[in-house]
């Protein structure tokens, strides 16, 4: 069965402490792996796409790695403002359909 | 990217009404939209996939006769719940699928809060 885990499940840090979100894959196979922000209240806002094992990507303070079993999300001195819930899925071949992880919420602290 | 747009944003309604949901595309036409449903800290969970001209698709477990969807146009999709009870209470989001070249990213739209009294 195809699924997708995030882990940890809540994360709080200290503005400038940097940090790793993890989300583990198990797929029949894999067209592409997508991380989301998600704010209270609104709809997952899109940060990245990875297609293939050593595929990276960044976007100010975050940087998404990608290998054939997981996923990385790390944050780089974040500040108050990235706190949110980051979510990953995974697009499997052959389907449109994503999975969705659980999610990961993070507080950074002033 | 590709901007969505919902409506309502957040609608209370009586137990056995009916609420309809917009989604619209706003900057490209979309043949296919996707409806979530996600619960408070919970993930979002895929309902359907509706597609322009055509019945839409169903996830397993999700009734077809009371989650109504609706894609007439390239730009707008609806999705009507009938009958609401209490336990369709929810946060409704939508999403449409950038297809083409390397990538098939869906954007989401802002969500609507549906609350049945």
């Known amino acids: 069965e195809d699924q997708v885990t995030q882990s940890p499940e809540a994360l709080r840090l200290q503005e400038g402490e940097s940090s790793s979100l993890n989300c583990s894959y198990t797929v029949s196979g894999l067209r592409g792996l997508f991380w989301y922000r998600q704010d209270p209240g609104k709809g997952p806002e899109f940060l990245f796409t990875l297609y293939s094992a050593g595929e990276e990507k960044e976007k100010e303070r975050l940087k998404a790695t990608l290998t054939k079993k997981e996923s990385f999300l790390h944050i780089t001195a974040p500040k108050p403002e990235d706190s949110a819930t980051y979510l990953c899925a995974v697009q499997v071949s052959g389907t449109y359909k994503y999975i969705f992880g659980t999610g990961t919420r993070l507080k950074v602290l002033a | 990217g590709a901007v969505v747009s919902q409506h309502p944003s957040r609608v209370i309604c009586k137990s056995g009404t009916s609420v309809k949901i917009e989604c619209r595309s706003l900057?490209?036409?979309?043949?296919?939209m996707f409806w979530y449903r996600q619960f408070p800290k919970q993930s979002l969970m895929l309902m359907a996939t509706s597609n322009e001209g055509s019945k839409a698709t169903y996830e397993q477990g999700v009734e077809k006769d009371k989650f109504l969807i609706n894609h007439a146009s390239l730009t707008l999709s609806t999705l009507t719940v009938t009958s609401a009870h209490p336990e369709d209470s929810s946060f409704y989001i939508c999403?449409?699928?950038?297809?083409?070249?390397?990538?098939?990213?869906?954007?989401f739209g802002p969500g609507t809060r549906l609350l049945v009294l």
């Open positions: 999403s449409v699928n950038l297809a083409g070249g390397p990538q098939e990213t869906q954007y």
């Open positions: 900057d490209f036409q979309a043949t296919t």
